[in-house]
């Protein structure tokens, strides 16, 4: 049965989309729930592969989600019940290959791939991520997976890579041996063994994939938004520095975190605390 907490969750995502904004594009269907953007890949028919179109909007997406201060968080996730995506599309390739211009090259693929996102984006892995659907998922800072859902690099079995950033993130987010005995066998993994180690955050029954990364993104937004933002900059650009000498991490948390503790919300998280009430976060 549903419990109380759940029905009061549920009826709240239901009265929120029916005050959506629905973005007019054709690849993908984008939702604003609240503080939250969820993106829909919606080409069910291609099994949600990339297209040069879908590309080109996601990106889009992306960057206005970015840009816009009223939504903190993002959902990524595809439509119908088995792909999340099958990565490019391969009958567009074969037809001459991708449109893209220099904006969508910056990007990287699928819009996202090379694309700084400054606030936390959730996929909610929905079926298959195969290849490109992989690299968009491990694009992600978190990973919402549903019980159907599979993972996997299969490049070599065509005599391809994973040039899309799978080669790159795959062995710093699972021990490097699980790594590599999945980009070098090209075998998928299932759902529970990417939770084992340590790839996906949470494994739901099919049905409640996209709420459950919808109350994962709520989690997150009862958060201050600038210390989020702080936070995910601290951890990605001190991954690519050392903590002892030369101290270039040190350096990076520092300048993040006199920005944080000289806002305004750094101010409010104390007081509420004292006030004992829910803090009024401003993101300034």
């Known amino acids: ?16 989309r029916g005050r959506r904004s629905l973005m007019d594009y054709q690849a993908i269907i984008v939702e604003k729930i609240g503080r939250i953007a969820v993106i829909t890949f919606n080409r069910p028919e291609a099994l949600n592969a990339v297209s040069s179109r879908l590309w ?12 816009d201060p009223d939504l903190w968080v993002a959902i990524i996730t595809g439509a119908g019940d088995r792909a999340f995506s099958a990565g490019a599309d391969l009958k567009e390739i074969g037809s001459g290959g991708f449109s893209t211009t220099e904006e969508m090259q910056k990007w990287g693929f699928a819009g996202i791939v090379r694309h700084h996102i400054s606030k936390p984006v959730i996929a909610a892995v929905n079926g298959f991520a195969l290849g490109g659907g992989t690299e968009i998922a491990l694009a992600c800072d978190l990973i919402v997976a549903s019980e159907r859902a599979s993972f996997g690099l299969p490049e070599v079995k065509r005599g391809l890579i994973a040039g899309a950033g799978g080669l790159l993130r795959l062995p710093r987010q699972i021990p490097l041996k699980v790594a590599m005995h999945t980009i070098l066998t090209g075998k998928p993994i299932t759902a529970e063994e990417a939770k084992q180690w340590g790839l996906v955050n949470e494994v739901v029954p099919h049905e409640q994939v996209l ?29 690519d520095t050392t903590v002892s000498f030369p101290p270039e991490a040190w350096s990076i948390n520092q ?19 004292a006030e004992k009430r829910k803090p009024n976060w401003t993101g300034k």
Do not use: C, H, W
């Not at 889009?60 to 989600?65: C, G, I, Q, V």
């Open 1 to 16: 049965m549903e419990s109380g907490i759940t029905k009061q969750f549920n009826d709240f995502v239901e009265m929120e």
């Open 56 to 67: 080109l909007e996601t990106g889009t997406a992306l960057k206005e989600f970015n840009e």
């Open 211 to 239: 709420n459950a990364a919808i109350a994962l993104a709520e989690e997150i937004i009862d958060n201050a938004p600038l210390a989020v933002k702080a936070s995910k900059e601290i951890v990605y650009r001190g991954l």
């Open 255 to 273: 300048e993040y975190a006199g920005k944080v503790f000289a806002s305004q919300d750094a101010k409010e998280g104390p007081r509420a605390f």
